[in-house]
């Protein structure tokens, strides 16, 4: 008995080195992953079960009150989304004029949380989507009201994601109002995030919003990720004390959104993107039209587009670019500068599909 | 008799499904500190009862179901339950003299020691637990052994596992 105990210790110890060191051990606990995760699936049945029955049951009158807030939330957002749209291409175009290559393009993917992970003392949840469905290691998860964490383990149909109130989860964010950049932590507590190594200078105040600020090449800039709670300044302590609130219901959401941000270089997501909307106006049998928001083929006289832009605020500062700039970006590459135009057009075509 | 070796024993296996089931359904927030480590308890009654048929290696290969569950490292919860198993087992000729109470100490000093293994082992990964907590489940884990002996031994004798 001692030796079998003997052989079984060497052999836990020596997987569990081997599964810290390496990647050798991967596919073995992808497959077995494959037949246990069922477990978790199991054990949400009764409240899947429960919500079929909730909405079977549901009261004529519930249903018709539930219909008018949605149908009023709708019309807010699309109001909104219009004015998103048309902020989105200027803001395209605004950067495709300063040549930056921080272009916003991002695709989202509803996942559903169909876990929590039983040890307490980590905040860890399991969504149902996995490998197969394209999701990549490290990828943030948002639900409805701000950044919630990212993927940290990979199965073939589940993922495990790290929220970021975990204790060894940081994220680098700014306040909305100022720019100021600072790390937040997570303590083990849901409703809690504290940044680190404030200066007690800093100009940081109750009720900030705290966006993700992208530069830890990991969470996409601009999402909210916390407000901030309260501001101690302690004299006794070399920093400030700033306590935040996460703005996403770490610990309620059922419904999670996959960030899917790619780091295609701008050339090609313009040819990409290009391809696409050619491939779409070949399937419409409609002949290849340039989009009217954008008068950009190189040398083209701009009084000739100038009637069909739909946003006017851009028109005055397109020529004066083009002119003001030597010939050099338009004759180097106007492969990249062509195509480039229809991105707008086709992040258009594609919001209205996920809609 | 061949023919009586080994009967029924697929509800030895179902009952470490539903362990494993257990051991991930959800919890109220409270609550989540205090599950109980229904397969420790599992594999101790089994291993005490049938120590032909539940051994270390089910222990093991038991852990490493609970470690893909878990997320942690492949072999940590393994080491855990092979260890578990391993005292039940050399104590094997003792615990079933002992009575009920008596048995209830046992297993709390043993799950006590495993969950302090568990803290060491969690600590060399990077994620320590801050408090010293984790030694509830094994408390409560010991209130549940009665009630867990007496109901598996009904099943033991309902269906004549051997």
Redesign the interface.
């Known amino acids: ?1 001692g030796v ?2 003997l052989v ?2 060497v ?6 080195v ?3 060191r390496f990647a050798l ?1 991967k596919p ?2 992808s497959q ?2 494959l037949v ?2 069922q ?2 699936w ?3 049945l009764p ?1 899947r079960l429960y919500q079929g029955v909730a909405s079977q049951f549901g009261s004529r009158t519930e249903l018709v009150a539930e219909n008018e807030k949605l149908k009023t939330e709708n019309l807010l957002l699309q109001g909104r989304m219009q004015k998103l749209a048309a902020l989105t291409e200027q803001n395209v175009r605004l950067r495709e004029l300063l040549n930056s290559s921080a272009l916003v393009n991002e695709k989202v993917e509803v996942a559903e949380l169909i ?8 905040h ?1 949840i399991i969504i149902n989507k996995g490998e197969r469905d394209g999701v990549v290691l490290g990828q943030p998860v948002l639900d409805a009201r701000g950044l919630m964490g990212q993927v ?2 990979l199965m073939p149909y589940t993922s ?1 994601v790290l929220l970021l109130t975990d ?2 989860h940081s994220i680098p964010v700014q306040v909305n109002r100022n720019g100021l950049r600072a790390i937040a932590s997570g303590t ?1 507590n849901p409703e809690r995030l504290e940044l680190r190594h404030v200066a007690d200078t800093a100009d940081i105040k109750e009720g900030d919003l705290l966006v993700s600020s992208g530069l830890g090449q990991r969470f996409p800039a601009g999402y909210p990720v916390a407000t901030v709670k309260e501001v101690i300044h302690d004299s006794g302590q070399p920093f400030a004390i700033v306590r935040a609130v996460p703005t996403a219901a770490l ?1 309620r959401s059922r419904y999670l959104l996959l960030v899917f941000s790619d780091n295609r270089t701008p050339e090609e997501r313009a040819n990409d993107a290009a391809q696409a909307q050619e491939a779409e106006d070949k399937r419409n049998g409609t002949t290849p039209i340039i989009p009217a928001t954008v008068p950009k083929p190189a040398p083209a006289t701009p009084p000739a587009t100038a009637p069909a832009v739909t946003a006017p605020v851009a028109t005055p500062a397109k020529p004066a670019a083009h002119s003001a700039r030597p010939v050099k970006p338009a004759a180097t590459k106007p492969p990249a500068a062509a195509p480039a135009p229809a991105t707008p057009a086709a992040r258009a075509t594609t919001r209205q599909r996920e809609e | 008799m061949a023919g009586t070796h080994s009967r029924n024993g697929w509800i030895v296996w179902l009952t470490f499904a539903l362990g494993l089931l257990l051991s991930v359904s959800p919890l109220p927030q409270f609550m989540e500190i205090l599950r109980p480590l229904w397969l420790a308890l599992l594999l101790a009654f089994w291993s005490l009862n049938l120590p032909h048929k539940v051994g270390m290696v089910t222990a093991m290969f038991l852990g490493l179901a609970e470690d893909v569950l878990y997320g942690t490292l492949l072999g940590q919860n393994a080491l855990i339950l092979t260890l578990i198993t391993f005292l039940v087992l050399s104590l094997q000729q003792r615990l079933r003299m002992f009575p009920m109470w008596q048995q209830c100490l046992v297993i709390l000093v043993i799950f006590g020691l495993a969950q302090l293994v568990q803290l060491w082992l969690s600590a060399l990964t990077g994620n320590r637990q801050p408090t010293l907590a984790l030694v509830l489940p094994a408390l409560v884990s010991a209130l549940l052994w009665p009630w867990v002996s007496f109901g598996l031994r009904g099943l033991c004798r309902r269906y004549k596992i051997n």
């Open positions: 008995m079998r105990l079984l210790v052999l836990s110890v020596a997987l569990m081997v599964d810290a051990l073995v606990r077995m992953s246990l995760m477990t978790y199991i054990t949400d409240q876990g929590m992970d039983p040890n307490p003392f980590t860890r940290v383990e495990r204790t060894t083990g610990n």
